[in-house]
């Protein structure tokens, strides 16, 4: 059977490896007789799925004990709304910078729970470059500084994140999440809906300084509060025990092949290859964003006239390629490159741009 040319925004391929272990182990994990979706989530086998993602998260991101890493519910649009219910103080503010119709909506949530402020804006650059962030002093009576690292819909993505900062600050690493090392350490909490870089869609990780749990109140409803999950383990409720299953056998593979460091290698190279197409072509491609905001992820581009966009797809599709049409709201073309797509796939859509502009 042929495997897809997946080039998806999310969900979207896992590694191959990972199904082939699924597979094996679909009707009787582990000697239990049952498939992990069968069994409680209170029994030991379970227990140790849980423990060991954990484990396998803080070691691929380098966590240290200060963190809580919680795997929740609801997406990373959920966490729009726990963010500022749980960490947005009474009479200060949530900052944020819109980079991407993912912030957006995460401020327009925000506001709906408290004061929510928007520090700097690509919104006039039809977001075509992460703003640069000046006057970080002003930012004062601060929540938290929030950020959506990589902006999934337009392509772009922050490398120089703020730093010297006297907030916590926030990020939505929903699609660029393990796709190179960060310093867990310059973030008050990371949020990420696993289903670009980390395994299926349903289980949500978030990743947070444990002295921030201070801040939930009393009133929020449990599965609201960060706290009732931090003290459960994750297991205050039912989880989402095939969704966890799988990502952790998603982090086994990313430890397998050398981590966050080989992960970043890799994806620099993918990315090479479709940005160098776009930057030979002489405008028969163009890029969405702005060379310094690329992103590592999502490469968008779009061709000069509507008639060659649908050209370039159709055939695309018909070659096996699946997944390049650009988000609805910007159109054009997106060829989504996340971890867990192979080198291999990326070479191949690199040389189909080619042979299609050649032609
Ligand atoms: C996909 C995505 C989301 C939405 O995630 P859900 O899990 O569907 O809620 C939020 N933020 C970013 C940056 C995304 O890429």
């Not at 998806?8 to 049952?34: C, F, R, S």
């Not at 929740?72 to 991407?100: D, H, I, R």
């Not at 966050?260 to 776009?278: D, F, S």
Request: proline share 4%; charged share 20%.
């Amino acid at each position: 059977m042929k495997r897809a040319l997946n080039f998806n925004a999310g969900p979207t391929a896992l590694p191959e490896a990972v199904l082939k272990i699924a597979e094996k182990e679909w009707l009787n994990y582990k000697g239990t007789g049952m498939n992990v979706m069968e069994m409680s989530h209170r029994s030991k086998p379970y227990e140790e799925i849980n423990t060991q993602a954990q484990a396998l998260l803080r070691k691929l991101l380098n966590i240290s004990d200060d963190y809580e890493i919680l795997f929740l519910q609801g997406g990373a649009s959920l966490q729009f709304t726990m963010l500022p219910m749980n960490l947005l103080e009474e009479g200060k503010k949530g900052y944020y910078a819109l980079t991407g119709s993912w912030s957006e909506k995460a401020l327009k949530e925000a506001k709906k729970i408290g004061d929510a402020e928007v520090v700097a804006s690509g919104k006039d650059n039809n977001y075509t470059t992460i703003p640069k962030l000046t006057d970080l002093d002003s930012l004062e009576n601060g929540s938290y500084l929030h950020i959506t690292s990589n902006n999934t819909i337009y392509g772009t993505q922050w490398n120089d994140i703020p730093s010297n900062l006297n907030l916590p600050l926030v990020a939505d690493m929903s699609s660029d999440i393990l796709c190179r090392p960060i310093d867990v350490n310059s973030y008050g909490l990371i949020y990420a809906g696993a289903q670009k870089n980390l395994g299926p869609s349903g289980v949500t990780v978030v990743i947070l300084k444990k002295d921030l749990l201070e801040r939930s109140k009393d009133s929020l409803p449990s599965m609201l509060d960060y706290r009732t999950h931090a003290k459960n383990d994750s297991l205050y409720n039912t989880p989402p025990t095939l969704a966890v299953y799988l990502l952790k056998l998603v982090l086994e593979w990313a430890d397998s092949i050398g981590g966050a460091e080989a992960l970043e290698t890799m994806n620099k190279q993918k990315a090479a290859l479709l940005y160098n197409e776009i930057d030979e072509s002489n405008g028969f491609y163009s890029g969405h964003a702005e060379v310094s905001s690329r992103s590592l992820m999502n490469v968008t581009f779009t061709l000069n006239s509507k008639e060659l966009t649908d050209a370039f797809l159709s055939e695309a599709k018909e070659l096996g390629f699946t997944g390049l049409n650009g988000h609805r709201s910007v159109g054009g073309c997106r060829a989504s490159i996340y971890n867990a797509v192979p080198l291999e796939h990326v070479e191949k859509l690199a040389q189909f741009m080619k042979d299609f502009r050649t032609r």
